[in-house]
């Protein structure tokens, strides 16, 4: 069973320019994500699949390969992760002739997941035989407190007879969120289903800081606390 990872890097970031090399504590932001992926125990090869050489360099530099360049029309805003994905399996599979069992895709973005989580993920899809599997966390703020807004006029986000407001933190149904760190697909059902998550999916859950994910300046800048105070190691 070949288990590949791959991490998505495009250059053209907008609201941060190279903001996936941009430096955190004295490294590219995408070093963190390398590093851990290499000391997994279950992950076969570590791709990164981008459109841009700086990232390309600097990502060989800290140990993952970079055996393509992603095309142009895969690096806009627009594009989204499953086309990504799909080219970088038919570039192994058709050029190096590497067949692809099980897919990681982990995001330069996630600088605090751990080696563990990602075996963690990895070993829940072998056990379970889901169709994927993500990381989650417990949502920063509960749905049930949230509001729609049409022009001035507010009304409830989560239409319901109980009055959620009434209701202590503690006391509302626990709420989970994506949070981008981890997605672990088998590799037909990318390919069938063109998704990353859906069918049989499962969770493993991480905690707020572990799921942290850096894409303002503002996040980086809580990130780089984070790590001065050794909230992260």
């Known amino acids: 069973m070949n288990i590949v990872a791959i991490i998505p890097a495009r ?3 907008k609201r941060i320019p190279y903001k996936n090399i941009k430096k955190l504590a004295g490294k590219p932001l ?3 994500t390398i590093r851990e992926a290499l000391r997994s125990k279950t992950l076969d090869r570590i791709i990164v ?4 050489d700086k990232i390309a360099k600097i990502s060989k530099k800290y140990g993952a390969e970079v055996p393509f360049k992603r095309p142009a029309y ?9 086309p990504i994905i799909k ?25 605090f997941r751990k080696a563990e989580h990602i075996d963690l993920a990895v070993k829940k899809m072998i056990e379970t035989n889901a169709d994927s599997v993500a990381s989650i966390c417990e949502a920063s703020y509960p749905p049930y407190w949230m509001k729609k807004l049409k022009k001035d006029k507010i009304s409830p986000f989560v239409k319901s007879k109980i009055d959620y407001h009434l209701l202590e933190g503690q006391q509302l149904p626990k709420v989970y969120q994506l949070n981008g760190a981890i997605y672990v697909v088998k590799r037909d059902f990318l390919m069938k289903k063109n998704k990353i998550i859906d069918g049989d999916a499962r969770a493993i859950i991480m905690d707020s800081i572990h799921s942290l994910d850096v894409d303002t300046l503002l996040d980086f800048l809580l990130a780089e606390v984070v790590i001065k105070n050794g909230l992260f190691k």
Do not use: C, F, M, W
């Not at 699949?49 to 841009?52: A, K, L």
């Not at 570039?91 to 099980?102: A, G, H, M, T, W």
């Open 30 to 32: 995408i070093a963190y």
């Open 49 to 52: 699949s981008t459109e841009n």
């Open 11 to 13: 250059g053209s970031s």
């Open 74 to 82: 895969l690096a806009r805003d627009t594009t989204h992760s499953p």
């Open 87 to 111: 080219h970088a399996i038919e570039y192994l599979e058709k050029k190096e002739k590497y067949n692809v069992d099980i897919v990681v895709i982990l995001q330069p973005t996630s600088p």
